[in-house]
């Protein structure tokens, strides 16, 4: 058969039923062998291969499966790099296919020509370009195979429109075996031995849970490595949800805009156990004041990631959910030990959660229609199972704070390239894989304007999502730095001209609304999660409020931001403060 009825065969021979892509000259006979196989795929036709990329992980996340991306060569596979790259940075496995000029002239300077295969290099865990037809079938097994093992991330494969066109007669691969791919899924006993002695010894232990649990659905194990060791937990922004957010031990999220209760448990214990964790700056701040007075448990399948960024004192390595029910088998003989450990930990973490969350509320309160209520509002309108995406932005951080999530997989955000414009494609590549739950979109006005001409690609396929937008006319968190840290001067953040968000609703044939006031929100959503169909709730928020507490540039978690005043991360410091 022709390569391309090859690569749709081997799709299919790979789990796949849905893809997001635009066609175009260079990968037409794909398509073409597409057609011959509506029932098998669906093809969703995006309207810019950004969204398609982030629809793929949109996909990805809320299935557990890999998401696949498709565009032609050129600026159609150039379009997909910010998502390659958004997903290689979350760890999130997609396959993107470009097409590409036939072999004869790469190299040429031929129309819509580009060197993919050197582009994607840094931003992919493997690229491969298809030189011969017999090839498609191995590789596309390969690219899957990698995407989808070890610390998961996206492959790009170039296929050349001659190799599409090619015949062969080959048979289809499911499973292959990749040379060079070596992965430790099995802990090693003694590493684990040696974790749960330092567990066992420690007075003030925390974990700092990723999102590589997520990945490894190992939520799980992480709530009864939690409770046979009686241990709090924080997790990162990319692993929020994983662990029950209304359980006692949880912390919530730490991190450069986290919970000072987070913050300070962290700044404060004396063994971290970092599970699926890869200690990005915005969970560390300074590394050097982040390590002080501490051991740290790198629990992680990667081990590029062991002392990259902070030194371990212990390295677990392999996969979180085996390495958690090894540990969890060790330590669940030593109840009485663990029974004996000093309570005023504990009791001081609980007093000061207790004290944000009264202040949370007093947020919510006060003040006229703010992110703070609009967010607080959302999360006791949720379904346990519904998912919420995000734009980047303040709304993002609002999202981190306000929502209470209890599930993996219902929330996601771009946290390591911080891509704007994620929010409306995520929400809509979550939707096609979960079409059983309500899918929202906490989104901004600079940020959904990045990709909202996907609102065309949700009319016309009936995807039903529900766009929140948190509209202050302004690049909310530029605009807080600019206020925080230039004395207000307001460069380049300002959005005088933003269009009507319910009018361009209207304009893609779908309904919208504009709330002003607090007592129009409720009902608002309401509608929209009634709706047949889309329904952009387009919320004019205060203009210039602020997300606290956050880091001073270059600073530590020591050191936070409440509006303009700066405070340590001390017990007593932390403590005055909120009662103050």
């Not at 001081?348 to 006229?368: A, I, P, T």
Request: charged share 25%; net charge neutral; proline share 4%.
């Amino acid at each position: 058969m022709k390569g391309s009825y090859i690569a749709v065969e081997s799709l299919l021979k790979q789990g796949v039923d849905t893809i997001f892509g635009i066609n175009g000259g260079a990968i037409i006979p794909f398509y073409d062998a597409l057609y011959d196989y509506k029932k098998e795929i669906r093809n969703i036709l995006v309207r810019h291969e950004q969204g398609a990329a982030h629809a793929a992980e949109g996909y990805a996340r809320a299935s557990g499966k890999t998401g696949v991306c498709v565009a032609t060569s050129g600026p159609g596979a150039t379009n997909l790099v910010t998502g390659i790259s958004d997903a290689y940075m979350d760890s999130v496995p997609i396959v993107a296919i470009g097409g590409q000029v036939s072999t004869r002239l790469i190299g040429n300077d031929a129309f819509q020509e580009s060197d993919l295969i050197g582009i994607t290099a840094p931003i992919t865990k493997h690229n491969f370009q298809i030189r011969n037809t017999k090839k498609i079938s191995e590789i596309i097994a390969k690219a899957f195979k990698i995407a989808s093992s070890g610390r998961q991330g996206p492959v790009y494969i170039d296929l050349p429109k001659d190799i599409q066109l090619n015949e062969a007669d080959v048979p289809i691969v499911k499973d292959i075996e990749v040379i060079g791919l070596k992965l430790k899924i099995e802990p090693d006993k003694l590493a684990l031995k040696k974790a749960a002695e330092l567990i066992l010894k420690a007075e003030r232990p925390v974990i700092l849970a990723g999102g590589g649990v997520i990945s490894s659905n190992a939520s799980k194990e992480l709530l009864a490595l939690a409770e046979t060791i009686n241990c709090p937990i924080a997790t990162t922004t990319m692993g929020k949800g994983v662990f029950p957010e209304t359980h006692p031990l949880s912390l919530g999220v730490a991190g450069m805009h986290g919970q000072e209760h987070a913050n300070y448990a962290i700044i404060n214990t004396d063994l971290l156990i970092a599970i699926g964790s890869r200690f990005s700056d915005r969970v560390t701040g300074d590394t050097k004041v982040f390590q002080e007075g501490k051991k740290i448990i790198h629990i992680d399948i990667d081990p590029a990631e062991i002392s990259k960024n902070v030194k371990a004192a212990v390295a677990v390595i392999g996969d979180a959910k085996k390495c958690m029910i090894g540990l969890a088998n060790i330590l669940v003989h030593e109840g009485s030990k663990i029974a004996n450990r000093s309570s005023e930990w504990r009791k001081r973490l609980n007093e000061l959660k207790h004290l944000v969350e009264s202040q949370h509320e007093r947020d919510v309160k006060k003040g006229g229609l703010t992110q703070a209520f609009c967010v607080r509002e959302l999360s006791g309108m949720l379904k346990e199972n519904d998912i919420v995406t995000t734009g980047v932005g303040q709304h993002q951080m609002f999202g981190e704070h306000f929502l209470t999530l209890n599930k993996p997989r219902t929330w996601l955000t771009s946290g390591g390239a911080g891509t704007m414009g994620y929010g409306l494609p995520c929400a809509m590549g979550a939707k096609v894989a979960r079409p059983d739950v309500n899918v929202f979109d906490i989104d901004g006005d600079g940020s959904f304007q990045m990709t909202s001409q996907e609102l065309a690609t949700i009319k016309e396929e009936q995807i039903k999502v529900v766009p929140i937008i948190m509209n202050n006319s302004y690049l909310g968190m530029v605009r807080q730095w600019l206020e925080t840290f230039q004395n207000k001067r307001y460069s380049g953040v300002a959005f005088t001209k933003n269009p009507s968000f319910e009018k361009m609703a209207n304009a893609y044939h779908l309904p919208g609304i504009t709330v002003t006031r607090k007592s129009e929100y409720r009902e608002a959503i309401k509608n929209a999660i009634k709706s047949d169909e889309t329904m952009i709730v387009d919320t004019m928020v205060d203009k210039e409020e602020g997300i606290w507490p956050m880091l001073p540039p270059s600073s530590s978690l020591k050191e936070i931001i409440m509006g303009n005043v700066v405070f340590k991360q001390t017990w007593q410091d932390v403590l005055a403060k909120r009662q103050k």
